[in-house]
C-alpha cells in the first residue's frame, strides 16, 4: 500500500528523549501512544539508582515540541524484550499526534523503523527504514531482516506494519554479533498491568495498561482532519479484514474503551472462544487482557471479520449490561446500525442469535461437521424457529416450511463433478469439487480424486465425506453452502441428498449436524453435459424461470416428450414422474432444449403405466412452482420439503423421492485444463 501519509503521521508522533538541561543531547527515540503519554525503551536513560533517578528530562519532536517530561511507569528493569519498555509523562499539555497501536497478536511482515540519530558531530536527525519482520526471539522478541541498519539513538522509535497500517512494536536495536535488528512486540504492552509506578505516579490508576490502551482509543475516534490517522489508512488503501475497516476497527475499540474492564483474563477468553467458534491455544504472550484484545482475533475468521466481530461485540454488551448501561446501550446502537451494511441473510443471522450463544459458526476444532459444532448446531435446533422468522423477514433463506418467503439470492456453492471413467463409464468415476463465492468469476478448484481407475457409485459417499466437510466449513456462514451434483444424464438417479457429513456418527442419538445434506442444506443436480459458455436458448429458458413465474409442464411418457419440449414456452419447467433410469431420453432432450429447471420422482414404479402418485406429484409440484414465485426459490424449497420429510410430516410425503436439475447458466461448469486421466 501506499503509506507516505501513514509515515508522516508517525513523523508527527516520534519524538527524541535527552537530558533536561542539554536539549542537543540526544539519548533515544520514543512515540506517543495517548495524550502525554510517550513510550520508549528503557535502556535508552541512563539509569543510576533506577527511573527516579532521572528526574526531569526533556521530549523533542516535530513542528518545534520541546517539553518536559519524567519517567512513568516501567516493567523492572531487564535485558528481555518484554522488560525494555517505560511509559513517560509530560508535564504539561501540549497538542500533538499519537500513533495508532495494533491490536493484533501475530507479527507484521514489512515494516517501516523510525526514530532519531545523531550524525558524528551533527545536531539530532529524523531517521527511517524499511525492513522485514523475518522471526521472533522469545515471547515478545521480533527480529529484523538486515536490509537496513539500525543506527544509535533510534531505540525507542516505533515500528509501523506496513500492510496494515498500524504500529507493531518498539524499535529495540541492532542485534550485536548479528544481522539486523530486534523490536519489541505491541503485545509487551500488555505487561504494564503489572508495571511499576515511578515515585508518586499513578496517573493510570491500578491498570496502567487498560487505562493508557484506552486513553489511546478514544483519542483515535475523536481525532479528525490532518491528524487523523484512521482517515490516512482508509486514504493509504491499509488492508482491510472482509468488510472490516480501519474506521469500524477505530470506532469497535474506543467503544469498547468506554465499557468497565473484563472481570478477568478467563472471562474474555471463554467468550472469544464462544464467538470464534474455536478453542485458541492461548499463549502467555498473546493472551487477550481487555476487550481491545479479544478484538484482535477476529480479523482472519473465514465467516468474515464484520460479521464476527459484531457478534463479538453484542456478547461484550451483554456481558457489560448491568455495569455499564449507558455504555453498553451506546455500543448496542452503533451495533445495529454497522448491521445494516451486511447482507439481510447475515444481519438476520446476526441478530437473531442470542448474544451470549454460541454462533452457529463454530468450526470442526469443536467438534462440528460442515461449519457447525456440536454446541452450535444445539443452538441452531434450539433457537431454530427465532432465526428462520427472523431471517424470513429479511429473506435469510432459513425456511422450515414450503410456504415461508426464502432467499433466492447468490450465495456459496459446492459443485462435486462426477466425470464417467473411459473404459468402465458405467460404474467408474472420477471426481472433482468445484467452488463458487459469487459470479463466475469466483469459481476455485478445491480437490480431486487422485484414483486413476476412478471410484463407485457406493465408494462416493464414504469418500467424499472428508474433502466435502473441509470445503462446507470454509464456506457455510449466515446459510450452509448448496451441494451441486454434476453428472452425466444417465446418472440423474444418484441419490446425493441422502448423503451424510460423516460416515460414523457420535451417537445412537440423532444430531442435527449428522441429518442427510438434503435436510440441512439444498442439493441439486446439474448436467455434466454443459460445460463453459451457455447457448442463447439455456440462457433465455433460464431468465424466464429466474424472473417470471414458472408453469408446470408434466411429461408423462416418452412419446409425448420430444413435441411438449420442444413447444413449450420459456417459462415451463418440466416434471417427469418416472425415474430417471426410465427417462432418459426426454431428460437428454430437456437438456438440449435448454431447459435449467427440471424436476423428477428419483424411484417411482410404473410396471402398468402412471397411477394415482403420478397425478398428486403433478399437482403438487404445479402448487409448489407457483407458490415459489420464481424457479430461483426452489432449491431452498425443496430443501425445507425434506426437512418436513425428515420430521415425519404426512403432508410432505410426495416430496421424499423429488429430485431437482437446478442448471444455472451464470456459473457453468468451467472445461478443464488438466482433464482427469484414465488409465
Known amino acids: 500500500m501506499t503509506a507516505a501519509k501513514l509515515d508522516a503521521l508517525v513523523v508527527r508522533a516520534t519524538v527524541r528523549i535527552g ?19 510517550v513510550l520508549t525503551c528503557r535502556h535508552i536513560l541512563p539509569l543510576r539508582d533506577g527511573p527516579e ?57 514489512s515494516v517501516t523503523a523510525h526514530g532519531w540519530r545523531t550524525p558524528a558531530g551533527g545536531v539530532p536527525q529524523r531517521w527511517s527504514g524499511q525492513t522485514e519482520c523475518n522471526g521472533k526471539d522469545g515471547g515478545y522478541g521480533l527480529t529484523l531482516a538486515p536490509l537496513v541498519e539500525i543506527p544509535h539513538g533510534a531505540s525507542g522509535g516505533p515500528l509501523l506494519d506496513r500492510e496494515r497500517g498500524l504500529v507493531a512494536g518498539v524499535v529495540k536495536a541492532r542485534r550485536a554479533q548479528k544481522d539486523g535488528g530486534l523490536a519489541v512486540a505491541a503485545t509487551a504492552l500488555r505487561g504494564f498491568r503489572r508495571a511499576v509506578p515511578v515515585g508518586e505516579e499513578r496517573g493510570l490508576g491500578d491498570d496502567p495498561y487498560a487505562a493508557l490502551i484506552r486513553a489511546h482509543d478514544t483519542w483515535h475516534r475523536r481525532a479528525t482532519g490532518a491528524a487523523s490517522w484512521v482517515r ?77 466481530a459484531l457478534h463479538y461485540l453484542r456478547a461484550v454488551a451483554q456481558v457489560c449490561g448491568t455495569r455499564a448501561p449507558a455504555a453498553v446501550a451506546e455500543l448496542e446502537e452503533w451495533v445495529e446500525r454497522r448491521a445494516e451494511d451486511l447482507p439481510a441473510h447475515l444481519r438476520a443471522l446476526l441478530m437473531g442469535v442470542a448474544a451470549g450463544a454460541p454462533a452457529p459458526w463454530h468450526s470442526p476444532g469443536v467438534g462440528g461437521i460442515g461449519g457447525f459444532g456440536a454446541a452450535a448446531a444445539d443452538v441452531w435446533t434450539d433457537d431454530r424457529t427465532a432465526m428462520h422468522h427472523a431471517a424470513a423477514d429479511a429473506g435469510g433463506g432459513y425456511g422450515g416450511d414450503d410456504t ?97 457429513p460423516g460416515p460414523v456418527v457420535r451417537s445412537l442419538r440423532p444430531h442435527p449436524a449428522e441429518r442427510p445434506f438434503g435436510v440441512h442444506r439444498q442439493v441439486v443436480v446439474r448436467c ?29 411418457s416418452d ?48 410396471t402398468h403405466g402412471c397411477d394415482t402418485g403420478c397425478a398428486e406429484l403433478h399437482d403438487r409440484t404445479a402448487e409448489l412452482l407457483s407458490s415459489a414465485g420464481r424457479a430461483t426459490a426452489l432449491p431452498e424449497r425443496l430443501r425445507a420439503l425434506r426437512e418436513r420429510v425428515s420430521e415425519a410430516d404426512p403432508d410432505a410425503d410426495w416430496a421424499e423421492h423429488l429430485a431437482l436439475l ?3 447458466p451464470r456459473r457453468p461448469i468451467p472445461h478443464c485444463d488438466d482433464l482427469l486421466e484414465s488409465p
Open 19 to 37: 537530558p533536561d538541561d542539554e536539549p542537543g543531547t540526544l539519548w533515544g527515540s520514543g512515540f506517543f501512544v495517548a495524550p502525554g503519554w
Open 53 to 109: 533517578s532521572i528526574g526531569s528530562l526533556r521530549v523533542q519532536g516535530y513542528d518545534g515540541l520541546d517539553v518536559r517530561a519524567r519517567p512513568a511507569y516501567w516493567l523492572g528493569g531487564g535485558t528481555d524484550p518484554e522488560q525494555d519498555l517505560v511509559l513517560i509523562r509530560l508535564t504539561e499539555s501540549v497538542p500533538h499526534a499519537c500513533v495508532r497501536l495494533t491490536d493484533r497478536y501475530d507479527p507484521p511482515l
Open 232 to 308: 490516512a489508512q482508509t486514504v493509504a488503501g491499509a488492508r482491510g479484514e472482509r468488510g472490516w475497516g480501519p474506521r469500524d476497527s477505530a470506532d469497535a475499540s474506543a467503544l469498547l474503551a468506554g465499557l468497565p474492564e473484563p472481570r478477568s483474563s478467563a472471562e474474555l477468553q471463554g467468550l472469544i472462544e464462544r464467538v470464534l467458534g474455536d478453542e485458541p491455544l492461548w499463549e502467555e504472550e498473546v493472551a487477550p487482557r481487555d476487550w481491545r484484545d479479544g478484538h484482535g482475533w477476529l480479523y482472519d475468521h473465514p465467516e468474515g471479520a464484520d460479521l464476527v
Open 404 to 500: 415461508d418467503e426464502v432467499d433466492d439470492s447468490d450465495g456459496p456453492v459446492v459443485a462435486v463433478e462426477l466425470e464417467p471413467d473411459l473404459f468402465r463409464p458405467h460404474d467408474r468415476f472420477h471426481w472433482r469439487i468445484w467452488t463458487w463465492t459469487g459470479g463466475p468469476e469466483t469459481v476455485r478448484a478445491e480437490d480431486e480424486g487422485s484414483d486413476g481407475e476412478g471410484v463407485s457409485l457406493a465408494e462416493l459417499p464414504s469418500l467424499l465425506s472428508e474433502p466435502l466437510a473441509r470445503t462446507f466449513r470454509r464456506l457455510d456462514s449466515g446459510r450452509r453452502a448448496r451441494l451441486e451434483l454434476a453428472v452425466p444424464v444417465e446418472q440423474f438417479g444418484v441419490d446425493a441428498h441422502l448423503w451424510r
Open 528 to 556: 455434466l453435459k454443459r460445460r463453459g459458455e451457455p447457448t442463447t436458448v439455456w440462457r433465455d429458458r433460464w431468465r424466464a424461470v429466474a424472473e417470471g413465474e414458472p408453469k408446470a409442464l408434466p411429461v408423462p
Open 559 to 606: 412419446a409425448y416428450a420430444g413435441q411438449a419440449l420442444d413447444s413449450a414456452p420459456p417459462g415451463a419447467v418440466p416434471v417427469l414422474c418416472r425415474p430417471p433410469a426410465e427417462s432418459t431420453g426426454p431428460l437428454s432432450r430437456a437438456v438440449t432444449a435448454g431447459y435449467g429447471v427440471i424436476l423428477w420422482n428419483l424411484h417411482a414404479e410404473h
Open 662 to 664: 437446478y442448471d444455472d
